[in-house]
């Protein structure tokens, strides 16, 4: 049981959690990816689903094993009959709720947004949820922008996640090469053009003063920007 005082971890943005939420809890339990829809019917299916591919994938190892003696046993981890309650538990704690929330997993691990701190107690206590972590929204600046101690450039874009082909990949880098006198090429990006990987990343940015940049860069590859906010003084 925690501490009814609990102690977030300020996450200083320029907005709340998807807009909307104050507080966020985060932590770990097995197999909580077969809450994206909060069902139970939902979550036995996926449960069997996944039961039965493990025990297709244990009996492929098996086999290989038994023609190739030197490669490494592997085995998916069990889904125990506890496991599987306590993802209903934790169902039935949110299908009870009368406060908004935001359920949002990744394998097994998950985050739970609100504005409501009783939730956040109460998920607090539940023993079968570990590796927890406490965080809070601190807006401290306009929506879309990023505050610098010394910002030098007007605004900073943002590329998408794409696969370039060698001939999209030598004329973006040459773009970019040759804006490096009016902008700043993000320290990911410029490192990104010396390399032989042809995927960008959503996180390569470059900071700019114009905005007709982007749209030079459009003609060059259209759709590469995913946004672009605004850079302000500290």
């Given at each position: 049981?925690?501490?009814s005082n609990l102690k977030f971890k300020s996450i200083v943005k320029d907005r709340l959690f998807y807009d909307q939420y104050h507080y966020c ?86 985050w739970i947004y609100t504005n409501n701190i009783k939730l956040i107690k109460q998920l607090g206590e539940i023993d079968f949820l570990i590796c ?103």
């Open positions: 049981m925690i501490n809890i985060g932590f770990h339990l097995d197999e909580v990816s077969c809450l994206r829809e909060l069902n139970h019917q939902y979550i036995d299916v996926i449960i069997d689903r996944r039961r039965q591919w493990r025990e297709i994938s244990l009996q492929r190892w098996t086999n290989a094993v038994q023609s190739n003696k030197n490669i490494v046993t592997r085995r998916a981890k069990e889904i125990t009959d506890e496991n599987v309650a306590n993802l209903h538990a934790l169902t039935d704690v949110l299908l009870r709720s009368r406060v908004d929330f935001k359920l949002v997993t990744s394998v097994s691990s998950a927890k972590t406490y965080t809070e929204a601190v807006v401290d600046r306009p929506k879309n922008t990023i505050k610098l101690k010394y910002p030098n450039h007007k605004y900073r874009s943002y590329l998408k996640c794409v696969k370039l082909t060698d001939e999209e990949k030598t004329h973006l880098c040459n773009f970019f090469a040759n804006q490096q006198r009016h902008a700043r090429i993000g320290p990911a990006l410029l490192k990104w053009m010396s390399e032989r990987y042809h995927r960008t990343q959503d996180y390569f940015f470059i900071d700019h003063d114009e905005e007709n940049w982007l749209v030079m860069l459009s003609l060059i590859k259209p759709g590469m920007i995913r946004k672009t906010v605004e850079l302000i003084a500290a």
